[in-house]
């Protein structure tokens, strides 16, 4: 059983450059969550899948990120034009979804991305 | 906005002493899980929690969640070295239950 895998681990970039950051969730799972934590702080909502269906988006992300999960399995983390503020850790989620009631939104998390800009 | 709140943001106890974290959602929440992150590592779930006043032991961890479904603690007894790390909750609101609201978490130390 494989769990949340997400690539790169750390990424360094530079101010005004692209990055884009990719999960594969647990293969069953249905369901897939993009989060933003910084130090000291709770895993912050990004935005959601359900396959390849995008649910909902925080009204905190801006226009310059984007997600998408163009097959309803792995799903990929774009953000243009980075800012420093966007330095964080972007981990990614999956959780079984429809497969079973009262389990379906616990949160499976990969090792999550280490993004940092200069 | 909705808000899941926890205090203290920091602990720092005797290696035997006890440890409680308190959550609280500004809105009702149909369940509410908690998370341990390791220094360096990522959140794993530890518990969900359903029913209003449902209370859920695992070893020397007691779960509570609130009569109203608006908080929640753990409590950890006889704290040892390896209950380091940071405690979260996080809860799925009733209008949104998809979508889970992450607490800042509580930090806590174990002095050997």
């Known amino acids: 059983d494989t769990g949340v895998s997400q690539d790169p681990r750390h990424k360094i970039t530079k101010r005004g450059q692209n990055v884009t950051f990719r999960c594969d969730p647990i293969?069953?799972?249905?369901?897939l969550y993009w989060y933003r934590q910084t130090l000291g702080q709770g895993p912050e909502f990004l935005t959601y899948?359900?396959?390849?269906?995008?649910?909902?988006k925080s009204r905190l992300l801006s226009d310059r990120f984007s997600a998408e999960r163009p097959k309803g399995s792995f799903s990929t983390l774009e953000i243009q034009r980075t800012e420093q503020g966007d330095s964080a850790m972007y981990l990614c989620?999956?959780?079984?979804?429809?497969?079973?009631?009262?389990?379906?939104?616990?949160?499976?998390f990969g090792a999550g991305t280490r993004l940092s800009v200069l | 906005g909705q808000q899941v709140m926890q205090i203290p943001q920091y602990q720092h106890v005797q290696e035997g002493e006890d440890f409680t974290t308190y959550c609280n959602s500004s809105t009702t929440l149909s369940n509410i899980q908690w998370y341990k992150q390791r220094p360096g590592g990522h959140p794993v779930f530890l518990i969900q929690l359903v029913k209003s006043g449902e209370v859920k032991k695992q070893k020397r961890l007691t779960f509570q969640f609130g009569e109203a479904k608006k908080n929640s603690s753990l409590h950890i007894t006889a704290t040892q070295t390896t209950d380091v790390g940071t405690y979260f909750c996080a809860g799925s609101m009733e209008t949104s239950y998809d979508k889970v609201i992450f607490g800042p978490g509580t930090s806590l130390s174990v002095i050997p």
């Open positions: 293969s069953e799972h249905n369901r």
């Open positions: 989620a999956s959780s079984p979804g429809l497969a079973g009631e009262l389990a379906k939104n616990i949160q499976y």
């Open positions: 899948f359900q396959n390849e269906a995008q649910l909902e």
